[in-house]
């Protein structure tokens, strides 16, 4: 009797602990240095090779229901002799205090060990609701049952499941990858290191913009790139806290305004 | 209330309307239902087929019309709500003649919420994952989600406003059961459950009424915020914002009150014989409401507007010039202020209270009015949220526009098919309005 009063205030004390339920096993993030991307959209191709996203066509598109997890936004700015494009690629931003969260009634989205936010597609029952919360308008939906022809469903990454019509769903950090990694350095009794993980956009992109690793472990390089002076997040006065970090591009002028 | 009219003449009054029918009401329940069916239900089921691509949401605007017209049932049904409880407790005479007509509503408004709830999901059929219910798979739902205080709170209130309904309707379904024939007898005699007016039933029932009056009386206020909050507890620009509780409750009363006013009136041509019970004082009650409710309205959509400009976020401005100026659907603020804040105004005029105007077209302009004012609150404050790059317009198709006709033509139909079952004027009520005939006046 002892022993189990013993062993439920020791449980007790552990939950007591402050910050037990924020403390993570890791931190995937993902920082992109704008100042070296050059908008080439390469990081989207990919993640619609890596992430089994279907091509929805030229009418579907123009009423705003692209795919693309994964989108390079372009602003313009200035009259037309003198003007400037600026682009930043934006994805599922992986929020710590994420806004679609507290919207879903099923759990489909919720926060996992890693600090990832993950979408359980097949617990998703399609309220709309974490898109319409979502800030950053990165939740795409299945508006249709979209099929892959013959021979298109050959290519399809067979590590990532095909999604039916009527769910909601958006960038995982390709969770798969990271499931994958983390499950070798297990069989290795090992732990995951920096550089282990990559996702598609960060293996794809040409100029070396993104990286990504885990925030948590001091000597990764996203760890050291996130204390650059250039750093800022998406939207940060909304305090939705995010994962991914943007660097500032250097323009002629000093640092840019609009990232 | 006359007071001449005997209590023999009440119940072949009210009954009178249940077991005479004629060829009209068949024609028009005809057209109704088959409306109904072919604009609510066929377009309905083409988009379970082909997925919620056949609407007109996109990206930025995954709320439109659906959650529109949700928000606007739930307000339709809050009328018969505060009639039935709120009246009901503090013992307000004029209720009596209209409460059971209002209680009606709600509960075919009712229905259709639940419909819509449906229509707007994605995967509809997997909707009872929202209930709390004990599976092998050790999933719960997510209690800080404002959709799963919307699945308690309108459980809640159709439930209580069924069984509200119902016992209010047993004295006179039982003395239903005495004068018919046929299968209505037998339901008739089934659902009184046995009701013989002895007093201690008599005792009971009154119990019993007062009790769910009591509970439905919270719900007045609390379901129609639990509503408001699946946007106020957004970050949203057009939506995240902490009047809109009050704002939903009163625009829900405002659309309610007027759907009683329009329903008396259609009910007193249909059926003559009601002018008897539903008479110029009636109107002259619940337009006070409506004058009043319309102020209090007006008074928060300007503190909405104000809020969003001294909020003074570059969004919060954006939103507000969207809503009012860009959108393709700005002309209808104009609109909506017209009919909800202008032309209820009237009812000042004691003489416009019973006349034409009064009795259909003042309560025609509200009842469109509020649901402007969803509309203009829904998708619009979806197409400018935070990234430009995201911004987009909303234009409903077809299914959607034709959904939201159907769900119309149907509650038409429900509400013809029920008039024909159960008595849309409590008789039991409206003798008590009658008084005792010993203390007559000779």
């Known amino acids: 009797m002892a022993g189990l009063l013993a062993r439920i205030a020791e449980r007790w004390n552990i939950h007591r602990e402050p910050g037990f339920f924020k403390k993570l096993d890791h931190k995937w993030t993902m920082v992109i240095d704008l100042d ?5 959209g390469a990081c989207v191709t990919s993640c619609y090779a890596e992430n089994n996203l279907p091509v929805v066509g ?14 390079i936004e372009r602003y313009v700015e200035g009259e037309y002799p003198d003007v400037k494009v600026k682009f930043i690629p934006v994805m599922c931003q992986h929020c710590s205090k994420a806004p ?12 996992n060990q890693d600090g990832l936010n993950v979408q359980v597609y097949n617990r998703c029952v399609g309220t709309f609701t974490c898109a319409t919360y979502c800030t950053y308008d990165v939740r795409r939906f299945n508006w249709r049952t979209y099929k892959f022809e013959q021979p298109l469903d050959q290519q399809l990454n067979p590590d990532v499941s095909v999604r039916e019509m009527g769910i909601m769903e958006k960038c995982t950090f390709c969770i798969q990858r990271i499931r994958a990694a983390k499950d070798k350095a297990k069989d290795e009794g090992k732990t995951v290191e920096d550089g282990d993980i990559q996702t598609a956009c960060v293996q794809t992109c040409p100029t070396g913009a993104m990286t990504f690793g885990d925030l948590q472990d001091a000597d990764s390089k996203v760890a050291k790139l996130a204390k650059s002076p250039r750093r800022y997040k998406l939207l940060e006065e909304l305090n939705t806290d995010p994962s991914v970090i943007y660097l500032k591009r250097v323009m002629k002028e000093g640092p840019s305004k609009h990232g | 209330m006359d007071r001449s009219i005997t209590y023999k003449e009440a119940t072949e009054d009210i009954s009178g309307i249940i077991t005479k029918t004629g060829w009209r009401y068949y024609a028009i329940l005809t057209l109704m239902g088959v409306s109904g069916v072919s604009f609510l239900f066929l377009p309905w089921a083409y988009q379970i087929y082909a997925g919620q691509g056949v609407t007109g949401l996109n990206a930025p605007i995954f709320w439109g019309l659906y959650l529109v017209n ?11 709500t505060l009639i039935s409880a709120m009246l009901y407790i503090t013992h307000t005479p004029w209720r009596r003649a209209i409460a059971r007509g209002a209680e009606t509503m709600t509960f075919f408004a009712l229905f259709l919420v639940t419909l819509f709830i449906f229509i707007h999901m994605g995967r509809p059929w997997n909707f009872y994952w929202t209930f709390p219910y004990p599976s092998q798979r050790e999933i719960w739902t997510s209690f800080v989600s404002p959709i799963t205080f919307d699945v308690f709170a309108i ?11 119902f016992f209010g309707m047993i004295p006179d379904i039982a003395s239903l059961s005495h004068t018919t024939t046929g299968w209505r007898k037998s339901l008739y005699t089934f659902l009184s459950f046995g009701w013989r007016g002895t007093d201690r039933q008599w005792h009971l029932q009154a119990k019993a009424c007062m009790f769910f009056a009591a509970f439905i009386m919270p719900l007045v206020v609390s379901v129609h915020s639990v509503v408001s909050w699946d946007f106020a507890l957004s970050v949203v620009p057009g939506y995240a914002k902490t009047i809109f509780a009050p704002y939903f409750v009163t625009g829900a009363l405002l659309s309610g009150f007027a759907g009683v006013l329009l329903m008396l009136s259609v009910m007193r041509e249909a059926y003559p014989v009601i002018k008897k019970y539903v008479t110029a004082y ?8 409506v004058v009043v409710l319309s102020m209090i309205w007006s008074y928060l959509t300007l503190m909405e507007v104000v809020t969003g400009l001294y909020a003074n976020t ?26 909800n804040s202008v032309m209820p105004l009237l009812y000042i005029f004691k003489k416009l209270r019973s006349s034409f105007i009064g009795r259909f077209i003042i309560p025609v302009f509200v009842l469109v009015g509020m649901w402007l004012e969803r509309f ?45 079952v159960f008595p849309i004027i409590a008789i039991f009520e409206v003798k008590e309005d009658i008084g005792i005939p010993m203390r007559k006046p000779h």
């Open chain 2, 282 to 289: 009636h109107y002259d009650r619940v337009t006070v409401f």
């Open chain 2, 70 to 80: 949700f928000i606007y049932w739930v307000g339709i049904a809050h009328a018969g």
């Open chain 2, 376 to 420: 203009l609150i829904v998708p619009n404050s979806l197409s400018r949220k935070f990234l430009p790059w995201m911004w987009h317009d909303y234009s409903p198709t077809w299914v959607e526009v034709s959904i939201t006709a159907g769900a119309f033509f149907f509650f038409i139909s429900m509400f013809m098919i029920f008039i024909k």
């Open chain 1, 58 to 71: 030229k009418e579907e598109c123009g009423v705003s229901r692209a795919f693309s997890w994964l989108r």
């Open chain 1, 36 to 40: 070296k991307c050059n908008g080439c």
């Open chain 2, 314 to 339: 570059s969004q919060e401005i954006e939103h507000l010039k969207y809503k009012l100026a860009i959108s393709p659907f700005s002309y209808l603020f104009a609109l909506m202020i017209f009919s």
């Open chain 2, 155 to 165: 459980g809640t209130y159709t439930t209580s406003s069924i069984v509200f309904l």
């Open chain 1, 100 to 111: 679609c969260e507290t919207g879903c009634p099923v759990y489909a989205t919720y926060h």
